[in-house]
């Protein structure tokens, strides 16, 4: 509830701070005096907009300060989602600086305006005269129904599911849209993979067929540089060999008479060695250089397969050639495979709604039994405010759509008259019906709701007699479960409050400021008086006001 509105360089105020308790409490003041603007002012600390038309010295900043009770109001876990510290007594300030920047703080600490919006909604609804448009909001509608339905758990249930459900089928139409853009592609890449596939590439492959070719390409030259250099090796007069057998037998005579001739002639011997060990590797490759003309004609027709496979998908190696061919591979996989991921995302849409669709019946079964109790309530508290013949048609209908909060259709519907049609309430119900109905739906929603504060703005406008009398009545009942604040230009309904207050403008140095204090007892007998008889009170005027607070 609001404990504390404190307002500084605001439009006609200078500086106030006043102190509300819990209960129904009064705001009177002559028309003009600022009760719009002190509405305007805790609406600019809940979050509305702000311009430098709101402050009174340009030069200076405008700070509005609301300390708001939240101990009995379960608020912990929206702090807790908004990223801030919850405090039982919890302090919102908002300030509009001279060059028209605005900041707003929740216990100190910055937020936005859309939290601050948010936190608006748990905490305080003003109502005014203009405010029984949302009467035909069927999202209205459907919040004061579940109100007395008390679905707040499921509708909290269905809506995570919601959520779900419709991320699902978004995922489930992108998967869909990409297996259609696949599938005009599905046949070439197929090819393409097929292709690759049957090519049956090996890394290494193209290196090692090039350097065959390449052999056989000069088969000719090989034998005959081969068949020359045997015969420089093993010739009988002039050949490698033997002159390496004659060097050895000579260096060996000399070996014995110094260690120098002997490493000499170990090391000729490793060569020797090292020489019959290559002339054998000659003759070997000498003997296995047999030309073959299809082996030719099939390595060249293998490598200019390669070659046409890289020149299609402008590549140069077998390298990457191979990662081609995985990429294809996984695009016809997908392709082939997206079939059954769809299938199985289809599944779980179906395990959604079906969860979905049994937390929906929960709704629409407790809005059915709702219903007949919320059309009795409104129904008898309208009695009591002069329609006595008003009566409500409210129907549930559950479709197979999914709404935001259920699959219900909602039609509510309203007649004024004995024997009149029912209609929506915005065609046959007039300003000051519906300004009654509102009243009535708020004090349904008063005793079925945790909602802190809520503020009346002169909802008794073209209201008299014991009409006046009966809406006194039902502030002061709702102000049993919550804090009701009302301004108001009714004797009767100011009488009924515990708590009284004035505002009034006050002149100094030239300079007119609005002023707001709490009444004293005497103050508000006088207050009365003078809202029933203007400011020439008679005596009759000031029994009658003790009379009504009496």
């Known amino acids: 509830m609001l404990s504390q509105l404190s307002i500084n360089n605001y439009a006609l105020i200078n500086q106030l701070s006043i102190d509300f308790s819990s209960g129904l409490s009064i705001i009177t003041g002559e028309t003009g005096a600022g009760k719009s603007i002190l509405l305007g002012a805790l609406g600019l600390v809940l979050g509305n907009r702000a311009d430098l038309s709101s402050?009174?010295?340009?030069?200076?900043?405008?700070?509005?300060?609301?300390?708001?009770?939240?101990?009995?109001?379960?608020?912990?876990?929206?702090?807790?989602?908004?990223?801030?510290?919850?405090?039982?007594?919890?302090?919102?300030?908002?300030?509009?600086?001279?060059?028209?920047?605005?900041?707003?703080?929740?216990?100190?600490?910055p937020v936005t305006l859309t939290v601050l919006n948010q936190l608006r909604t748990k905490l305080i609804d003003v109502h005014s005269q203009h405010q029984?448009?949302?009467?035909?909001?069927?999202?209205?509608?459907?919040?004061?129904?579940?109100?007395?339905?008390?679905?707040?758990?499921?509708?909290?249930?269905?809506?995570?599911?919601?959520?779900?459900?419709?991320?699902?089928?978004?995922?489930?139409?992108?998967?869909?849209?990409?297996?259609?853009?696949?599938?005009?592609?599905?046949?070439?890449?197929?090819?393409?993979f097929t292709e690759l596939e049957e090519a049956n590439i090996k890394l290494e492959e193209q290196e090692e067929l090039e350097e065959k070719l390449e052999k056989l390409n000069n088969i000719e030259d090989i034998k005959l540089n081969l068949s020359e250099s045997l015969e420089i090796a093993t010739n009988?007069?002039?050949?490698?060999?033997?002159?390496?057998?004659?060097?050895?037998?000579?260096?060996?005579?000399?070996?014995?008479?110094?260690?120098?001739?002997?490493?000499?002639?170990?090391?000729?011997?490793?060569?020797?060695?090292?020489?019959?060990?290559?002339?054998?590797?000659?003759?070997?490759?000498?003997?296995?250089?047999?030309?073959?003309?299809?082996?030719?004609?099939?390595i060249n027709d293998r490598l200019q397969l390669l070659y046409n496979l890289q020149k299609k998908h402008y590549v140069s190696s077998n390298e990457e050639l191979l990662k081609v061919f995985e990429e294809l591979s996984l695009k016809v996989q997908q392709v082939e495979s997206a079939e059954d991921t769809i299938n199985q995302k289809k599944k779980e849409i179906h395990n959604v709604s079906d969860k979905l669709d049994q937390v929906a019946d929960l709704i629409t079964n407790a809005r059915k039994k709702a219903i007949?109790?919320?059309?009795?309530?409104?129904?008898?508290?309208?009695?009591?405010?002069?329609?006595?013949?008003?009566?409500?048609?409210?129907?549930?209908?559950?479709?197979?759509?999914?709404?935001?909060?259920?699959?219900?259709?909602l039609e509510f519907l309203f007649s004024a008259n004995k024997g009149g049609n029912f209609g929506e309430l915005k065609k046959v119900a007039s300003g000051g019906e519906l300004s009654r109905i509102m009243l009535a739906v708020k004090q349904v929603l008063s005793e079925n709701t945790n909602l802190p504060t809520i503020i009346f703005d002169e909802i008794d406008t073209g209201v008299s007699g014991e009409v006046s009398n009966k809406i006194a009545t039902i502030m002061k009942q709702m102000s049993i479960n919550m804090q009701v604040i009302a301004i108001t230009h009714l004797p009767q309904i100011a009488a009924k409050g515990a708590n009284h207050y004035k505002v009034y403008k006050k002149e100094i140095n030239g300079i007119t400021t609005t002023n707001l204090k709490e009444l004293s007892a005497e103050e508000r007998v006088i207050e009365i008086a003078e809202m029933l008889s203007g400011k020439n009170i008679s005596d009759s005027a000031l029994t009658h006001a003790k009379e009504l607070l009496n």
């Open 372 to 409: 007949p109790k919320l059309t009795k309530q409104l129904e008898n508290i309208l009695a009591d405010l002069g329609m006595e013949n008003a009566r409500f048609a409210i129907n549930i209908k559950q479709t197979i759509i999914y709404f935001a909060n259920g699959k219900d259709n």
């Open 55 to 109: 402050l009174k010295d340009t030069s200076k900043k405008c700070i509005v300060e609301a300390k708001v009770a939240l101990e009995n109001y379960n608020l912990q876990d929206f702090f807790v989602a908004v990223d801030l510290d919850y405090d039982a007594e919890t302090i919102i300030r908002r300030e509009i600086l001279p060059s028209g920047k605005s900041r707003a703080f929740v216990n100190d600490t």
């Open 236 to 298: 009988e007069e002039i050949g490698l060999q033997n002159l390496l057998n004659t060097l050895e037998h000579k260096i060996a005579k000399v070996a014995p008479f110094s260690k120098d001739y002997q490493e000499i002639a170990d090391r000729i011997t490793s060569i020797k060695i090292e020489m019959d060990d290559i002339v054998a590797e000659i003759e070997n490759a000498n003997e296995n250089v047999n030309f073959n003309p299809n082996e030719a004609e099939e």
């Open 132 to 192: 029984t448009t949302a009467l035909s909001d069927i999202s209205f509608q459907f919040a004061i129904i579940d109100a007395l339905a008390k679905n707040q758990a499921r509708l909290t249930s269905y809506k995570k599911g919601f959520l779900q459900l419709n991320q699902l089928k978004k995922e489930l139409e992108a998967l869909e849209e990409q297996q259609k853009e696949a599938n005009k592609q599905y046949d070439y890449n197929l090819h393409l």
